[in-house]
């Protein structure tokens, strides 16, 4: 059974930089594209970085150029480095498998962007 740990979130003003991680275990984790979404409240979960297992990845425009997703297949690890944040990516953030998620989600980490 999948075990999705997500670790790194914490309150950070418009304009700084958080460093998200993954721990995933359970799962055949180098063959399956990951990702990482985001749930802010009162809204639906959305994908925000795609990493396939040949490290090519892809991104919404509401973060191109200042997030970047990465991974490390002997880790069995997936970060997401986030820049230049904005109050809008106020979320709370979690990892899973790109495309079509797994059923079970990791308890996520919370990003707070203060203005």
């Known amino acids: 059974q999948v075990q999705l740990v997500e670790s790194g979130g914490g309150l950070v003003q418009a304009g700084g930089s958080l460093r998200l991680s993954c721990a995933a275990s359970g799962s055949p984790f180098s063959i399956n594209a990951m990702g990482w979404y985001r749930q802010a409240p009162g809204k639906r979960r959305e994908w925000v970085a795609f990493i396939k297992s040949d490290g090519s990845t892809n991104y919404p425009d509401s973060v191109k150029g200042r997030f970047t997703i990465s991974r490390d297949n002997s880790k069995n690890t997936v970060w997401l480095q986030m820049n230049s944040l904005k109050p809008e990516d106020t979320a709370v953030y979690y990892c899973?498998?790109?495309?079509?998620?797994?059923?079970?989600w990791g308890q996520g980490t919370q990003v707070t962007v203060s203005s």
């Open positions: 899973n498998r790109a495309y079509i998620p797994w059923s079970i």
